[in-house]
């Protein structure tokens, strides 16, 4: 699921990474724009590894500020308060607001490493554990529960059945963190930890002061990754079945950094922080840039490289920009990146026209039209033309291009996979026609089903050769997908767009319309004015993939405490189940090792481990220098 794409604002070029103690560091490449700005904005001052020698974390805080002041002046921190973040916790570093001149004058300090901007992050957005053959009574460790998952997300909604923590003990005693609660969010035994980070910005209508999920991502990836049991759960009766977790006994510890304005780079560092300080033993974040950057160009890089220092693995989300190559987001060698792949069940959701014939397509829908038929009408035929859009964009039922009263009360077929903008211009429902055909889609927030290109021209045509077009629209019924597990076309696909010897994505797990739970606040299909809730829900994405793999980790690891995060690594790719691209010729590049097997992980039989001076070595052949040393 995509949300907020990802901005860089400001004009440096920064390749960054101290690592500290260690043989080399990476050489810093910072460029000045030629505009000059006095426009203050975030920026983050990293500073590698915390002090070898004992210095007090309190300490750290004044040393910050005395930084600022002595690029900005007094009278300008009087004036503002210009320090967002320090962190001191696990790395060193600290977001302030800057000029660009500031910025720059910032980097020739001693012990910074390197300056840039903050920018947004965007999301990668039951039967899928059966289907990997993870049932409900394979064997467990009887240390599962001292596991501590840590989940960087939109925070989680405490209440849902999958999070009680009836049966549970008090919190290991290895556990360092705390429960920021506000606004009736209470911590338990299951969830043992909560925080959230918004870096000072004013709070967007609609966002929740707490670590309370009201979006529903974060609820969703936490609750597939470590969820208990609920029996008969489903989406208005869709999937029924039990949902669960890979980890049902683990602990977990929410690190809230998703709002309604987006996802912060500042505040992902600000989580990783405290995450790896708190004690946690994996990391799952389903999130990432939009394309591809440089090593090091993010915060989930650094925040994951001081995790594996710690002995903490970090799964991440290969991206959701396939079928196109070079498009993984997540590529790392310390990461572990997961794209997504299906499972065996499908959605089959029926149209039928006014002659009599039915069309089969996707898109889990649970609206209920009783058989009733309504006009029928191609988005192309219209045009919002007071905005100034013609058929050539109103086709493609984009928000604001169709004309409300040729929509209104009718059912509109689109060209594409959006049907927003009929919703938004009050359609009853809507149909899409795809080439290639879609091989996912979630719900919408109406009455929809995708099609291929020849059934929607057998469509369009029924509406240009008949007086009077009508259709009607079926609630979907649950059918199998013989050709699962394949990578469906969201997913990114590699090869590594910065060292192509190094596959990435890593591994594949299930991603595709995963039942999970989800906030009975927010709107099912993630639009505004979608009346619908649940408290468990359809999504799809590499965001859903990963807290699988999550979960696998941490089964490994409950098997396994001392095994490093490369050895986890090891043992999830080496064990994993092939795949074939004959389905997505492309997705060669999209799969890694093939598709994750939960069973066989703990017992790979050989690990190839590797420890933080390997990566060193690694990043040292990239060609980055010791001169900053």
């Given at each position: 699921?995509?949300?907020?794409?990802w901005?860089?604002?400001?004009?440096?070029?920064?390749?960054?990474?101290?690592?500290?103690?260690?043989t080399?560091?990476?050489?810093?490449?910072?460029?000045?724009?030629?505009?000059h700005?006095?426009?203050?904005?975030?920026?983050?001052?990293y500073?590698?590894?915390?002090?070898?020698?004992?210095?007090?974390?309190?300490?750290?805080?004044?040393?910050?500020?005395?930084?600022?002041?002595?690029?900005?002046?007094?009278?300008?921190?009087?004036?503002?308060?210009?320090?967002?973040?320090?962190?001191k916790?696990?790395?060193?570093?600290?977001?302030?607001?800057?000029?660009?001149?500031?910025?720059?004058?910032?980097?020739?300090?001693?012990?910074?490493?390197?300056?840039?901007?903050?920018?947004?992050?965007?999301?990668?957005?039951?039967?899928?554990?059966?289907?990997?053959g993870?049932?409900?009574?394979?064997?467990?460790?009887?240390?599962?529960?001292?596991?501590?998952?840590?989940?960087?997300?939109?925070?989680?909604?405490?209440?849902?059945?999958?999070?009680?923590?009836?049966?549970f003990?008090?919190?290991?005693?290895?556990?360092?963190?705390?429960?920021?609660?506000?606004?009736?969010?209470?911590?338990?035994?299951?969830?043992?930890?909560?925080?959230?980070?918004h870096?000072?910005?004013?709070?967007?209508?609609?966002?929740i002061?707490?670590?309370?999920?009201?979006?529903?991502?974060?609820t969703?990836?936490?609750?597939?990754?470590?969820?208990?049991?609920?029996?008969?759960?489903?989406?208005?009766?869709?999937?029924?079945?039990?949902?669960?977790?890979?980890?049902?006994?683990?602990?977990?510890?929410?690190?809230?950094?998703?709002?309604?304005?987006?996802?912060?780079?500042?505040?992902?560092?600000?989580?990783?922080?405290?995450?790896?300080?708190?004690?946690?033993?994996?990391l799952?974040?389903?999130?990432?840039?939009?394309?591809?950057?440089?090593?090091?160009?993010?915060?989930?890089?650094?925040?994951?490289?001081?995790?594996?220092?710690?002995?903490?693995?970090?799964?991440?989300?290969?991206?959701?920009?396939?079928?196109?190559?070079?498009?993984?987001?997540?590529?790392?060698?310390?990461?572990?990146?997961?794209?997504?792949?299906?499972?065996?069940?499908?959605?089959?959701?029926?149209?039928?026209?006014?002659?009599?014939?039915?069309?089969?397509?996707?898109?889990p829908?649970?609206?209920?039209?009783?058989?009733?038929?309504?006009?029928?009408?191609?988005?192309?035929?219209?045009p919002?033309?007071?905005?100034?859009?013609?058929?050539?964009?109103?086709?493609?039922?984009?928000?604001?291009?169709?004309?409300?009263?040729?929509?209104?009360?009718?059912?509109?077929?689109?060209?594409?996979?959006?049907?927003y903008?009929?919703?938004?211009?009050?359609?009853?429902?809507?149909?899409?026609?795809?080439?290639?055909?879609?091989?996912?889609?979630?719900?919408?927030?109406?009455?929809?089903?995708?099609?291929?290109?020849?059934?929607?021209?057998?469509?369009?045509?029924?509406?240009?050769?008949?007086?009077?077009?009508?259709?009607?629209?079926?609630?979907?019924?649950?059918?199998?997908?013989?050709?699962?597990?394949?990578?469906?076309?969201?997913?990114?696909?590699g090869?590594?767009p910065?060292?192509?010897?190094?596959?990435?994505?890593?591994?594949?797990?299930?991603?595709?319309?995963?039942?999970?739970?989800?906030?009975?606040?927010?709107?099912?299909?993630?639009?505004?004015?979608?009346?619908?809730?649940?408290?468990?829900?359809?999504v799809?994405?590499?965001?859903?993939?990963?807290?699988?793999?999550?979960?696998?980790?941490?089964?490994?690891?409950?098997?396994?405490?001392?095994?490093?995060?490369?050895?986890?690594?090891?043992?999830?790719?080496?064990?994993?189940?092939?795949?074939?691209?004959?389905?997505?010729?492309?997705?060669?590049?999209?799969?890694?090792?093939g598709?994750?097997?939960?069973?066989?992980?703990?017992?790979p039989?050989?690990?190839?481990?590797?420890?933080?001076?390997?990566?060193?070595?690694?990043?040292?052949?990239?060609?980055?220098?010791?001169?900053?040393?």
């Amino acid at each position: 699921m995509d949300l907020v794409p990802w901005s860089r604002k400001g004009s440096f070029l920064v390749v960054w990474f101290l690592l500290l103690s260690l043989t080399c560091t990476l050489l810093v490449d910072v460029t000045h724009s030629a505009a000059h700005s006095d426009t203050r904005k975030v920026y983050i001052v990293y500073m590698g590894d915390k002090p070898k020698l004992d210095i007090p974390t309190t300490t750290t805080l004044p040393l910050h500020v005395n930084m600022i002041q002595n690029v900005v002046g007094n009278s300008n921190i009087e004036q503002e308060p210009l320090l967002l973040y320090s962190y001191k916790r696990s790395f060193n570093g600290f977001a302030a607001k800057l000029t660009e001149e500031e910025a720059q004058k910032m980097t020739g300090m001693a012990g910074v490493v390197s300056v840039f901007p903050s920018g947004k992050q965007k999301l990668h957005t039951t039967r899928s554990w059966n289907f990997i053959g993870f049932h409900e009574n394979v064997k467990r460790s009887t240390v599962e529960s001292d596991i501590i998952i840590g989940m960087i997300d939109f925070g989680v909604w405490p209440e849902s059945a999958s999070f009680s923590d009836a049966g549970f003990g008090p919190p290991p005693k290895k556990w360092k963190g705390t429960c920021q609660g506000s606004s009736n969010f209470t911590c338990n035994n299951k969830i043992i930890g909560a925080r959230y980070y918004h870096n000072g910005r004013p709070f967007v209508e609609g966002d929740i002061k707490s670590p309370r999920d009201s979006d529903g991502h974060g609820t969703h990836t936490t609750s597939t990754a470590a969820g208990n049991l609920v029996s008969k759960a489903s989406l208005f009766g869709l999937g029924s079945g039990t949902a669960r977790g890979g980890v049902p006994s683990a602990r977990i510890a929410v690190y809230k950094v998703g709002w309604l304005d987006g996802i912060s780079d500042d505040d992902i560092l600000a989580a990783f922080d405290d995450a790896i300080a708190d004690g946690v033993d994996i990391l799952s974040v389903s999130l990432g840039p939009a394309s591809p950057d440089d090593y090091f160009r993010t915060p989930v890089t650094i925040g994951a490289f001081h995790a594996l220092r710690k002995g903490i693995l970090t799964s991440t989300s290969a991206g959701n920009e396939g079928p196109h190559l070079k498009t993984v987001t997540s590529f790392a060698p310390w990461c572990l990146s997961v794209a997504a792949t299906t499972i065996d069940r499908k959605f089959v959701t029926k149209v039928q026209l006014g002659n009599q014939k039915i069309y089969e397509g996707i898109v889990p829908n649970t609206f209920d039209l009783k058989d009733k038929f309504y006009p029928l009408i191609f988005a192309g035929d219209a045009p919002n033309r007071k905005a100034g859009y013609d058929e050539s964009t109103s086709k493609k039922c984009y928000p604001g291009t169709l004309d409300h009263n040729l929509v209104k009360g009718k059912i509109v077929l689109c060209d594409g996979t959006t049907g927003y903008g009929a919703y938004f211009a009050g359609a009853v429902g809507v149909i899409l026609q795809s080439r290639p055909v879609a091989d996912v889609l979630d719900p919408l927030p109406m009455p929809a089903s995708c099609l291929g290109l020849d059934s929607g021209n057998s469509i369009y045509y029924y509406i240009n050769s008949t007086r009077n077009p009508t259709a009607t629209i079926f609630k979907s019924t649950e059918g199998i997908d013989t050709l699962s597990p394949y990578v469906p076309s969201f997913s990114s696909r590699g090869p590594n767009p910065v060292t192509p010897n190094i596959l990435k994505p890593d591994i594949a797990a299930p991603g595709a319309s995963i039942l999970a739970a989800f906030p009975p606040i927010a709107p099912v299909s993630f639009v505004p004015g979608d009346n619908r809730v649940a408290s468990y829900n359809f999504v799809s994405g590499t965001s859903m993939a990963c807290p699988h793999a999550t979960g696998v980790a941490a089964y490994v690891k409950s098997f396994h405490p001392n095994w490093s995060p490369a050895a986890i690594q090891s043992a999830l790719i080496t064990t994993a189940k092939s795949l074939s691209p004959n389905l997505n010729p492309e997705a060669e590049f999209a799969y890694g090792a093939g598709q994750i097997d939960p069973v066989r992980a703990p017992y790979p039989g050989l690990v190839y481990d590797a420890t933080e001076l390997d990566y060193i070595e690694f990043l040292c052949a990239q060609g980055y220098s010791t001169k900053l040393l």
